[in-house]
């Protein structure tokens, strides 16, 4: 039984004191231990609507919501930053207007039909989340010359000046330092 949290679904309504509201319904373990939080706006990412979350059209605050929710499904802000203007175009403009629910399951099927490359998720982030990300990017297995076994190396890359600097996770050495200016 695991302790983690994962989304069931979204759902969208109007209230005529509030306006607009998106919530994400999540779950945790095999029992009904359910919530619904309020889905967080993402800001950091891009800033298209600061006043909140719509739907049923494409516009600024449609975008923003296509880009809360698959950051929320995928976890992954590249892949979110890179294909969130499609995802409003696709399912969150045609969306009714007064309310709707969206399985996590719909999403995630969307993002298998429209996947996108290493450079596009890393170039469609904004510039302060490219190193993080970066430092976290590539992970590939190779073997490791100094404690002689097949080790994970991350590679960090950076967009401006390209420098990659591998380490070994499993015995902790640097393994390369590449630069090229």
């Not at 719509?54 to 950051?71: I, K, N, R």
């Not at 969206?102 to 904004?126: C, G, I, N």
């Amino acid at each position: 039984m695991s302790n983690r949290w994962r989304c069931l679904e979204f759902s969208g309504r109007r209230f005529p004191t509030t306006g607009a509201e998106v919530h994400e319904i999540l779950k945790r373990g095999e029992r009904d231990n359910v919530v619904s939080v309020p889905l967080p706006l993402r800001l950091d990412l891009r800033d298209h609507s600061p006043t909140g979350f719509e739907w049923g059209y494409g516009g600024s605050g449609p975008s923003q919501l296509a880009l809360a929710v698959l950051v929320e499904v995928t976890g992954d802000e590249g892949y979110a930053c890179a294909r969130y203007m499609d995802f409003t175009d696709g399912i969150i403009a045609s969306l009714p207007f007064a309310g709707w629910s969206l399985s996590a399951e719909t999403v995630s099927e969307w993002v298998r039909v429209h996947p996108a490359t290493v450079e596009e998720k890393f170039y469609a982030l904004p510039v302060r989340h490219q190193k993080e990300t970066a430092d976290r990017q590539a992970v590939e297995a190779t073997p490791c010359s100094f404690c002689g076994g097949v080790c994970t190396l991350e590679t960090t890359r950076f967009p401006a000046n390209y420098a990659a600097r591998s380490v070994c996770q499993e015995c902790g050495n640097e393994v390369a330092v590449i630069s090229e200016e």
